[in-house]
């Protein structure tokens, strides 16, 4: 015999797979629930649990639980792509806002993450990601001046890395990737929709050009909820 709470957490599965529960439905309390099936609470909490942990609802602090659009977008965590390309990719219809764009001279940590020196500059682009009405990225790229001597607001809000490659002609070549959780902003909660969200996940990118140059630090802070990171990986033998 199947257990109950197995029984619950696929009849849920089912409603949320076939749009009986939309995205961003809440769903019923676990005491309704509870009524619902005729079981017990722990019952309730287990298939809950279940959801929660497979990525089908997100536990919201004094709402309940609230469903998570399963079509999520698979991030690629090994490649380096610009988020044109993912979006491409994806088919879905992007909306990009610059928020920031101005010529810097590097502080303390992005002089340190970037090895500059005195006298170099630095294009600091802060830029936020829309998909479905939602602003679900927050993109900061601090871009070292000497490799990319101007940027524009529409190059900006189009492709920074098609206009290097394909303007400039410079080859982008490896990136080395952090990938930290951290506690919102006061920036993120800004420019970003994060109502009942806690964390963001933060990929810290130091992205080089084929002569092993590093030209570029970017911070790509994401909304957890949105996001597979995937990666393939081979055992070596």
């Avoid at 927050?138 to 101007?150: A, T």
Wanted: net charge neutral.
């Amino acid at each position: 015999m199947t257990n109950k709470y197995l029984t619950i957490y696929n009849i849920i599965v089912e409603q949320i797979k076939n749009r009986q529960l939309p995205p961003q439905t809440l769903l019923p309390s676990e005491n309704e629930l509870k009524e619902q099936f005729d079981t017990s609470r722990e019952t309730i909490r287990k298939a809950l649990n279940l959801l929660s942990q497979n990525g089908y609802i997100q536990k919201v602090r004094g709402k309940g639980s609230i469903v998570i659009d399963i079509s999520k977008f698979d991030f690629p965590v090994s490649g380096l792509v610009s988020f044109k390309e993912l979006a491409n990719k994806m088919g879905s219809k992007p909306k990009t806002i610059v928020n920031e764009l101005e010529l810097i001279k590097p502080e303390g940590f992005i002089k340190q993450q970037l090895q500059l020196g005195s006298k170099d500059l630095v294009w600091k682009v802060v830029r936020t990601r829309e998909m479905g009405g939602e602003r679900i990225i927050l993109d900061k790229d601090f871009i070292v001046k000497k490799y990319v001597p101007s940027l524009t607001e529409e190059i900006c809000a189009d492709s920074i890395y098609e206009y290097i490659e394909n303007e400039l002609n410079l080859t982008i070549s490896f990136a080395k990737k952090e990938i930290v959780v951290e506690e919102p902003s006061l920036e993120d909660r800004a420019l970003l929709d994060l109502e009942g969200f806690h964390n963001v996940v933060v990929i810290k990118n130091y992205v080089y050009l084929d002569d092993a140059t590093l030209f570029q630090y970017t911070e790509s802070r994401h909304r957890p909820d949105k996001f597979r990171f995937v990666d393939f990986a081979r055992r070596s033998h």
